[in-house]
């Protein structure tokens, strides 16, 4: 037997005699049992446990492992682990159809396949937790596997015996920060904080909130631990999940995190990112929202109900020839607002400009709107003008952006024309040809 086939063997006797002998010792104790004396291999080791004190019968118990300490030669191997997938399959053995099952098995350490030989009474399902006793494990293109066969034993185990697998921390950019992610590692900017106060159980607990922002966007966060965060700073969280709201991904971050505070030139100023979460609408479909978003686009429709609109005081509803649909008529009060189609040529989202945004387009207030439409004898006449001012004209548009069944929804905070510069254009049109 070569040094490597004796390994797991020497492993054995170390563990029965807890380490009192050498293995050096036990390997020369071996090789001579087995060349000398020709007895069998569980023979020479009970012969050594005994001759050095030690009890054979600890041979025989297998210390239990963690998945990343498996090496793929074990005979005979105890694990507690999660059945993280599980495929069943169907095989022939000396003609006869059998059903082996196979999957991974995953602990905090790590993960490794498996392969359940025996069909057990027990129904495994994926996300059992489960012990398995007397297992053995070989290797596949380097890679250990485990083996579960008729010598070996199963039971289910309760969920919280086995911590779940995390995966290594992951570096990770704000505009890719998506629903579900965990154990990640985040480096921005904090652009806004505030403090709430909430009523846990265990009394009064603090909940710091605000933006982030790196050079690639900005996202909302909610740290569940006083971290003495300031605005301005520079950290970096390790250990953050993310939760969504209304298809904004958020980064949480409580007290298993570890947030270091960065020199603050790593990440560019506020003013710089105040402008750094350009976003195509595709790239905001894709994420399910964002917060502070910039889109350049064009508005290619307005939606009736838009312009100078009546609402129901009851429930600010939008009132519809007089009446609201749950009270019925009412006298309603006017507003103003934009209810439009951006298209950026990646895709398209519903736009609302409220009062104030739709004021600064008209060019004129509410009242001078509601002056206008009555000398007219038309409401419309506000939309029509909207029309006239915003279809097909490129705008920079602000604003936070969710998402629900009925797709983007972007509410503008800003909003820019870009007005083109008809004498650069032309310019730059030149060169092109030029080239
Ligand atoms: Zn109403």
Redesign the pocket.
Known sequence: MNEKELAPHIEDINRALKGKVNSEQIEEELQKFRSEYRISLGDAKRAIVKKFGGDPLELYLNPEKKINEIRGDERSLDIKARILSLQDKEIEIEGKPKTIFYGILGDDTGTVPFTLWEAKSLDLEKGDTVHLKNAYANTWNDQPQVNVGSMAGICILDDHEVPPFEREPQQCMVKDIREGMRNLVVTGRILSLEKKSFQTDDGEKDLFSGVLGDESGKIQFSAWHDFRLETQQVIRVTGGYVRSWRGIPQLNFDDSAEVETLDDSEIPSSDVLKDSSNMTISQLARRGGAVDAIVDAVVIDIKTGSGLIFR?P??N?VVQKGA?R??GK?DGEADLRVKGILDDGTGALTMIMTRELTEEVLGYDLDRAKELARDRMDQDIIKDELEELMIAQPMRIRGNVTSDEYGLMLVATEVKFKRIDVEAEARRLLDEVSV
């Open positions: 129901c009851e429930c509803r609201c749950i009270h009412v």
